[in-house]
C-alpha cells in the first residue's frame, strides 16, 4: 500500500455524486453524534464507510475533532490508501486498518474506537463484553469476537490485516488493550450498535465495580434476546434520524 496521506481534489466526480453525498453527511452525523456521547478520544480514532463501486471508501480526516466534522470534511480513499477526493489529509493508522478490515473482512462500515468503557473491557482477562448479562449486552450475543494479541501501533499493512483477519466475520471486535472495531451494512445500523456497545460495557463494569458477584443469563436466552433485538431495525433508523434533527 502507497498511503499517500495529503489531500486529493474536490473536483473529482465522486466527491458531488449524489448517493456519496449523503454517504458523506451520514457519516459525518455519526462522528458528531459520536463526540456528543463521549465515544471519541482528541483528534484520534476513525469511521469509514465503503463505496458502492467496491474500490472507494470515505474516511474522517485528520487534526479535526469529531464534533466538528461536517459532510465536505470527510475524504475519499481508494483501496490502496491513496487519498483522491477531500480537502485533508488522513492519519496512516487508518488507511492500515480500515483498508484491511473493508477488504478482507467485506464489512462495509467500519467504526473504529477507543471510547471508555468497552476500551476498560478489552485491558481485562476476559478482554470482552459478556453477552449473557444485560439486555443491551444480550444484542451482541454471537456476534463478538476478540483479538486479544496486542502489536502496538497498526504502522503497517501486516497488523491491519492481521486485526482483519481475526474479525472472522464478526460484527463487533474487542482489541486487546487497544479498543474496539463495530462494523455495519449500513451507519444508521452500525452507530447504534456503537452506541448501545458501549452503555452495554458500562453496565458490566459498573456491575463489576460493586464487587457483588455478577448473575448472568442462560445463553440460549441470550440468543433469543439477540435474535429479537436484531430482527428489526427500525429503531435504529428513528435513533440516526433524531441524532440528525437535533446535532
Not at 456521547?37 to 484520534?44: K, N, P, T
Not at 488522513?90 to 473482512?105: D, G, K, N, Q
Not at 476498560?120 to 463484553?129: E, G
Not at 501486516?158 to 471486535?173: C, K, L, N, P
Request: with cysteine; glycine share 8%.
Amino acid at each position: 500500500m502507497n498511503a499517500p496521506h495529503t489531500p486529493g481534489s474536490t473536483a473529482h466526480p465522486l466527491f458531488t455524486d449524489p448517493d456519496v453525498v449523503q454517504m458523506r453527511e451520514d457519516m459525518a452525523l455519526a462522528l458528531r453524534a459520536a463526540a456528543h456521547f463521549g465515544l471519541g478520544e482528541g483528534v484520534c480514532n476513525h469511521f469509514s464507510m465503503a463505496l458502492p463501486d467496491g474500490r472507494h471508501f470515505l474516511l474522517n480526516p485528520r487534526g479535526l475533532m469529531w464534533s466538528e466534522v461536517q459532510a465536505d470534511d470527510v475524504v475519499i480513499v481508494d483501496d490502496q490508501g491513496c487519498v483522491v477526493a477531500g480537502g485533508h489529509a488522513v492519519e496512516p493508522t487508518a488507511m492500515f486498518i480500515h483498508t484491511a478490515v473493508h477488504r478482507i473482512a467485506r464489512k462495509t462500515c467500519v467504526l473504529h474506537t477507543h471510547m471508555p468503557y468497552a476500551t476498560a473491557l478489552t485491558l481485562t482477562q476476559q478482554r470482552a463484553l459478556d453477552t449473557t448479562l444485560s439486555q443491551n449486552a444480550m444484542r451482541f450475543h454471537g456476534r463478538v469476537a476478540v483479538d486479544g494479541r496486542y502489536n502496538g501501533f497498526a504502522l503497517d499493512g501486516r497488523e491491519g490485516e492481521r486485526i482483519a483477519h481475526a474479525m472472522q466475520g464478526a460484527d463487533i471486535s474487542f482489541l486487546g488493550n487497544h479498543g474496539i472495531i463495530v462494523c455495519g451494512e449500513r451507519m444508521d445500523y452500525a452507530f447504534d450498535d456503537l452506541y448501545y456497545l458501549e452503555r452495554a460495557c458500562q453496565a458490566q463494569v459498573l456491575a463489576q465495580s460493586t464487587g457483588v458477584p455478577l448473575a448472568p443469563c442462560d445463553p440460549a436466552l441470550a440468543a433469543r434476546v439477540a435474535e429479537q433485538a436484531n430482527g428489526e431495525r427500525l429503531q435504529s433508523t428513528l435513533f440516526f434520524e433524531a441524532l440528525r434533527r437535533r446535532l
